[in-house]
């Protein structure tokens, strides 16, 4: 069974220009997890989805990041513009509500130049 | 303030030593998972567990519901166990907490 797919593994933009990351979870799985990771740090959520309503996007910088799930299942997660500081690793995980185990895929590096 | 605590933060061991990373949590869980994640590398779960132990090869992971507190340790540590080992405590709401991570590294 293919894993939590995530695309592109790499983008490197300027500032100022937007970008798209998509994730597509493991089969079957109703909660989807946004996180972004930067180094040496642990993950920190931007949003999480149950199907397709997002219960908990308190940390999403919403001035400059959307994201959507739109039929509850594959997500893409948008900035628009983007800063420097937005050079990280982000990363889509899933998991089924009835087991809690966690899948996480490998993760879209971004680096703003 | 950090509802999940690790420590240490950065661990240097010899090959074939023991191993052990500790997690404390001030959140009420529902499970504690074990992460691992290797340079540039994606995460992996590596346990989950909610009492107990639990064990897969060489590694033990353990956990103390009374005092909020897990351990993971490795036995005859080897060189590609070197990676960073995150803990992440999840409430029955399907939020997760994370540490910032253990990183280890195994000299051969």
């Known amino acids: 069974e293919a894993g939590v797919v995530q695309s592109p593994r790499y983008k490197i933009i300027e500032k100022k220009q937007p970008v798209a990351f998509w994730c597509n979870p493991i089969?079957?799985?109703?909660?989807l997890y946004w996180y972004l990771q930067n180094l040496g740090q642990g993950p920190e959520l931007l949003i999480r989805y149950e199907n397709e309503e997002a219960v908990d996007d308190s940390q999403l910088p919403k001035d400059r990041f959307s994201a959507e799930r739109l039929k509850g299942v594959d997500s893409t997660l948008k900035i628009q513009p983007a800063e420097l500081g937005d050079s990280a690793v982000y990363l889509c995980?899933?998991?089924?509500?009835?087991?809690?185990?966690?899948?996480f895929g490998e993760g879209s590096r971004l680096t703003v130049l | 303030k950090n509802e999940v605590e690790q420590s240490p933060q950065n661990l240097t061991a010899q090959e074939g030593e023991f191993i052990t990373i500790n997690c404390s949590y001030s959140?009420?869980?529902?499970?504690l998972h074990w992460l691992q994640q290797h340079p540039g590398g994606g995460i992996v779960s590596l346990f989950m567990?909610?009492?107990g132990k639990k064990k897969h090869g060489r590694l033990i992971a353990t956990i103390n519901i009374q005092e909020k507190h897990s351990s993971l340790h490795i036995t005859a540590s080897h060189p590609r166990d070197s990676a960073v080992y995150i803990c992440a405590a999840a409430n029955t709401g399907n939020q997760f907490y994370f540490g910032t991570g253990t990183s280890l590294t195994v000299i051969p």
């Open positions: 089969s079957g799985h109703n909660t």
């Open positions: 959140v009420g869980i529902s499970a």
């Open positions: 567990l909610s009492s």
């Open positions: 995980a899933s998991s089924l509500r009835e087991t809690g185990e966690l899948f």
